[in-house]
């Protein structure tokens, strides 16, 4: 019945599927409006900061989020209306108002969990962090109760079964259907009572399991110092006679330091790998309960790849297509440690991210340090300003605060307007550095849209959170060229939830398959490449000098340098994820597996007793799905390259790129979607054809640097 609201990320009918206003009409503009770029500028902020206004409210508008204590009170009514809403349901006779029924229970529920999801892990109070986390797990537990609810599917099976009433239905309210039907299936509701109860039991645990999971990823790990030779030990923390290493130190020029962080890191934790082992055999234990042979099966049910059998071949094609690519990236990077490190030239894991990049450096003359003046945050977000204009008609506005309205002083809060149809929805913006504040880019879903009984449209409203460094007394937040690409990849993701303007939040904006969810984001990243798009808006913040286009061009092609042993390197992850919820009993240890995937997919020796997949947070969120990044990055290729390679701002393609890919959310087949925008129905070779060619250098640039 409900997809556990599917969050983090982590369609319309009639005149909103054509980007048309819905329910009551245009919303009126705001008095308290402020151009986007000011609002990012140092001193405006300080005048932000002082305007938060009127009356006191709660996290995101909500009265009841003022305290800790309201995620309580707001869970109690969500829970009371979705009561109310399973009776209704039992008792309508079937019909489009099923369907609505349906679609208001999922929001009851999602309205709380996905607000506390995002509370959880960014809150910068541990007493609405916990009391955020209680509320997740609750609602959860009714969600997996609901999903195998008989009565409450029953009502949903007779409007199926009614072939009179599903002729009339539209195709989007006839897809929603199937998918609240598909939640049930996928739940084990064609299961006896008893096991029923076993496969929320499963669910729960599943849940818990992943929460554990995801807090081991990132915890540090400790040693002794006298173990590490002195001249190394400054690289970490220290506590006491221990030193705490938290992270791969990936950039790090000491080639000792970096082996060091991967061996201390990376060393096996047993409760995490237990909790590891328990996850992988609950969710395969889970998908055979309800009638899958694999996790993998069941949770590729709905996506672009359909099942594993084509993600096997997906991966398998490229990795064959990218092998002679990637051993000549590792001679590169073999020919450039020898250079720096004679005594000890064996490439290894750790000499990937830092080698790679001191090969770009030095073929390309690439130093992030010379493009940040000319990418204040301020700048680049009137560069997404004047694209989305220009694109799709829509234009960022900061918006005055409540006070208690925000959790953090430098959030910034902006309404997204398109010009003709009014206000579209809300985008908060935690973008600063702050203690205990995670280190990830994210995009999170906190309300979804939806037509609401009233015919009002319920606006969406999401958070996107970087990890920029905050402005200093003599210059604005400057961004090197990695934070401008993931700013604009996580935009990609706000218009997606801003224009996937369904009539049901089921199926709002970015609840759609992971498969496709990341075309939107990763097409975004194409735009931020473009010397013609980049030119609008990359000036020095001191003198308002332009960014040279050369420069434009050199980091661009830089990127190709050694991106096919990157690419290697996300498709060893994605076997690997695709093994662990394939056949069970797995045939080795999870540690062995990772070893033998390893060695064969990517190349680089094995390091003994160091247990990666013990960090590979993607787990649980991207469990059996970690592919749709790549699947996802073809289509963005394709797209970018048919529809605006040749004129990044064309209106006419991006009206056509809403209606075909954006409007619909999850309301329609992805697959579809990709026919609609590219004209054809990519094959798998197509997929890897579009990953491939994106790593073939433009010999313009050659010549032109030359």
Request: glycine content about 6%; aromatic content about 8%.
């Given at each position: 019945?409900?997809?556990?609201?599917?969050?983090?990320?982590?369609?319309?009918?009639?005149?909103?599927?054509?980007?048309?206003?819905?329910?009551?009409?245009?919303?009126?503009?705001?008095?308290?409006?402020?151009?986007?770029?000011?609002?990012?500028?140092?001193?405006?902020?300080?005048?932000?900061?002082?305007?938060?206004?009127?009356?006191?409210?709660?996290?995101?508008?909500?009265?009841?989020?003022?305290?800790?204590?309201?995620?309580?009170?707001?869970?109690?009514?969500?829970?009371?209306?979705?009561?109310?809403?399973?009776?209704?349901?039992?008792?309508?006779?079937?019909?489009?108002?099923?369907?609505?029924?349906?679609?208001?229970?999922?929001?009851?529920?999602?309205?709380?969990?996905?607000?506390?999801?995002?509370?959880?892990?960014?809150?910068?109070?541990?007493?609405?962090?916990?009391?955020?986390?209680?509320?997740?797990?609750?609602?959860?537990?009714?969600?997996?109760?609901?999903?195998?609810?008989?009565?409450?599917?029953?009502?949903?099976?007779?409007?199926?079964?009614?072939?009179?009433?599903?002729?009339?239905?539209?195709?989007?309210?006839?897809?929603?259907?199937?998918?609240?039907?598909?939640?049930?299936?996928?739940?084990?509701?064609?299961?006896?009572?008893?096991?029923?109860?076993?496969?929320?039991?499963?669910?729960?645990?599943?849940?818990?399991?992943?929460?554990?999971?995801?807090?081991?990823?990132?915890?540090p790990?400790?040693?002794?110092?006298?173990?590490?030779?002195?001249?190394?030990r400054?690289?970490?923390?220290a506590?006491?006679?221990?030193?705490?290493?938290?992270?791969?130190?990936?950039?790090?020029?000491?080639?000792?330091?970096?082996?060091?962080?991967?061996?201390?890191?990376?060393?096996?934790?047993?409760?995490?790998?237990?909790?590891?082992e328990?996850?992988?055999?609950?969710?395969?234990?889970?998908?055979q309960?309800?009638?899958?042979?694999?996790?993998?099966?069941?949770?590729?049910?709905?996506?672009?790849?359909?099942?594993?059998?084509?993600?096997?071949?997906?991966?398998?094609?490229?990795?064959?297509?990218?092998?002679?690519?990637?051993?000549?990236?590792?001679?590169?990077?073999?020919?450039?440690?020898?250079?720096?490190?004679?005594?000890?030239?064996?490439?290894?894991?750790?000499?990937?991210?830092?080698?790679?990049?001191?090969l770009?450096?030095?073929?390309?003359?690439?130093?992030?340090?010379?493009?940040?003046?000319?990418?204040?945050?301020?700048?680049?977000?009137?560069?997404?300003?004047?694209?989305?204009?220009?694109?799709?008609?829509?234009?960022?506005?900061?918006?005055?605060?409540?006070?208690?309205?925000?959790?953090?002083?430098?959030?910034?809060?902006?309404?997204?307007?398109?010009?003709?149809?009014?206000?579209l929805?809300y985008?908060?913006?935690?973008?600063?550095?702050?203690?205990?504040?995670?280190?990830?880019?994210?995009?999170?879903?906190?309300?979804?849209?939806?037509?609401?009984?009233?015919?009002?449209?319920?606006?969406?409203?999401?958070?996107?959170?970087?990890?920029?460094?905050?402005?200093?007394?003599?210059?604005?937040?400057?961004?090197?060229?990695?934070?401008?690409?993931?700013?604009?990849?996580?935009?990609?993701?706000?218009?997606?939830?801003?224009?996937?303007?369904?009539?049901?939040?089921?199926?709002?904006?970015t609840?759609?398959?992971?498969?496709?969810?990341?075309?939107?984001?990763?097409?975004?990243?194409?735009?931020?490449?473009?010397?013609?798009?980049?030119?609008?808006?990359?000036?020095?913040?001191?003198?308002?000098?332009?960014?040279?286009?050369?420069?434009?061009?050199?980091?661009?092609?830089?990127?190709?340098?050694?991106?096919?042993?990157?690419?290697?390197?996300?498709?060893?992850?994605?076997?690997?994820?695709?093994?662990?919820?394939?056949?069970?009993?797995?045939?080795?240890?999870?540690?062995?597996?990772?070893k033998?995937t390893?060695?064969?997919?990517?190349?680089?020796?094995?390091?003994?007793?160091t247990?990666?997949?013990?960090?590979?947070?993607?787990?649980?969120?991207?469990?059996?799905?970690?592919?749709?990044?790549?699947?996802?990055?073809?289509?963005?290729?394709?797209?970018?390259?048919?529809?605006?390679?040749?004129?990044?701002?064309?209106?006419?393609?991006g009206?056509?790129?809403?209606?075909?890919?954006?409007?619909?959310?999850?309301?329609?087949?992805?697959?579809?979607?990709?026919?609609?925008?590219?004209?054809?129905?990519?094959s798998?070779?197509?997929?890897?054809?579009?990953?491939?060619?994106d790593?073939?250098?433009?010999?313009?640039?050659?010549?032109?640097?030359?």
């Amino acid at each position: 019945m409900l997809a556990g609201c599917r969050r983090a990320l982590p369609a319309a009918l009639g005149r909103a599927l054509r980007g048309q206003a819905v329910g009551s009409g245009r919303r009126p503009v705001s008095t308290s409006w402020c151009p986007v770029g000011a609002a990012f500028d140092a001193k405006q902020q300080q005048q932000l900061r002082g305007s938060a206004a009127g009356r006191e409210t709660g996290l995101f508008g909500v009265p009841e989020l003022s305290c800790p204590e309201g995620f309580q009170e707001a869970q109690d009514k969500a829970l009371q209306e979705s009561e109310q809403l399973v009776q209704k349901a039992c008792s309508t006779p079937p019909g489009p108002e099923t369907v609505m029924i349906f679609d208001q229970l999922s929001d009851a529920l999602c309205r709380v969990a996905d607000l506390a999801d995002f509370v959880k892990i960014a809150h910068p109070e541990f007493a609405f962090r916990e009391a955020a986390e209680e509320a997740c797990r609750n609602i959860g537990t009714v969600v997996e109760k609901l999903n195998t609810d008989v009565e409450l599917c029953q009502s949903l099976r007779r409007l199926l079964a009614d072939e009179i009433v599903m002729s009339s239905l539209d195709p989007e309210t006839r897809r929603v259907a199937e998918l609240f039907m598909c939640d049930f299936e996928i739940s084990g509701i064609h299961l006896d009572e008893e096991k029923r109860k076993k496969a929320v039991n499963l669910n729960v645990r599943i849940l818990d399991l992943c929460n554990e999971f995801l807090t081991g990823t990132h915890l540090p790990n400790k040693i002794s110092k006298h173990v590490l030779p002195e001249h190394i030990r400054y690289n970490f923390t220290a506590e006491g006679n221990f030193l705490q290493v938290a992270g791969l130190h990936a950039d790090c020029p000491d080639d000792l330091v970096r082996e060091a962080a991967y061996k201390i890191f990376l060393y096996p934790n047993a409760e995490q790998l237990n909790c590891l082992e328990e996850l992988l055999t609950s969710r395969n234990s889970l998908a055979q309960l309800v009638g899958y042979d694999t996790f993998a099966d069941r949770a590729l049910q709905g996506t672009m790849a359909k099942n594993p059998e084509t993600v096997r071949q997906f991966l398998e094609k490229l990795s064959d297509q990218l092998a002679k690519r990637t051993q000549k990236d590792f001679e590169m990077m073999t020919k450039m440690k020898m250079k720096l490190n004679p005594q000890n030239s064996k490439l290894m894991p750790w000499d990937h991210p830092y080698y790679s990049g001191a090969l770009r450096a030095e073929r390309y003359n690439i130093d992030p340090g010379l493009y940040c003046p000319f990418f204040s945050l301020g700048a680049c977000m009137e560069g997404l300003n004047s694209l989305f204009s220009r694109l799709l008609g829509i234009s960022l506005y900061a918006e005055q605060t409540q006070r208690g309205e925000i959790w953090s002083e430098d959030v910034r809060k902006l309404a997204v307007v398109h010009e003709t149809e009014g206000l579209l929805g809300y985008i908060y913006c935690d973008f600063f550095q702050r203690p205990d504040k995670p280190h990830q880019d994210c995009h999170f879903t906190v309300r979804g849209g939806r037509l609401k009984e009233n015919r009002e449209y319920q606006l969406p409203v999401v958070v996107l959170m970087l990890s920029l460094p905050r402005s200093t007394r003599g210059a604005p937040t400057l961004l090197n060229p990695g934070m401008m690409e993931n700013l604009f990849h996580e935009m990609g993701h706000a218009m997606h939830s801003m224009l996937g303007r369904t009539r049901y939040q089921h199926v709002t904006g970015t609840r759609c398959p992971t498969d496709f969810a990341e075309v939107p984001s990763i097409l975004m990243e194409y735009f931020a490449n473009d010397y013609r798009v980049v030119n609008q808006f990359a000036r020095h913040y001191k003198t308002g000098q332009p960014l040279p286009k050369n420069m434009v061009s050199r980091l661009c092609e830089s990127k190709k340098v050694c991106a096919a042993a990157d690419m290697q390197l996300q498709v060893f992850y994605a076997a690997l994820d695709q093994i662990y919820h394939g056949k069970h009993p797995l045939k080795k240890s999870t540690t062995e597996i990772l070893k033998e995937t390893q060695e064969k997919i990517y190349g680089l020796p094995y390091v003994p007793n160091t247990a990666w997949q013990l960090r590979f947070s993607h787990l649980v969120g991207y469990g059996a799905k970690y592919y749709s990044y790549l699947m996802s990055r073809a289509v963005a290729s394709m797209v970018w390259k048919q529809c605006f390679a040749q004129d990044p701002f064309d209106r006419a393609m991006g009206e056509r790129y809403r209606r075909e890919m954006l409007a619909h959310g999850g309301g329609k087949e992805p697959i579809l979607m990709v026919q609609g925008m590219l004209q054809k129905s990519p094959s798998v070779e197509d997929f890897v054809d579009a990953l491939v060619s994106d790593l073939d250098h433009d010999f313009e640039t050659f010549i032109t640097d030359s």
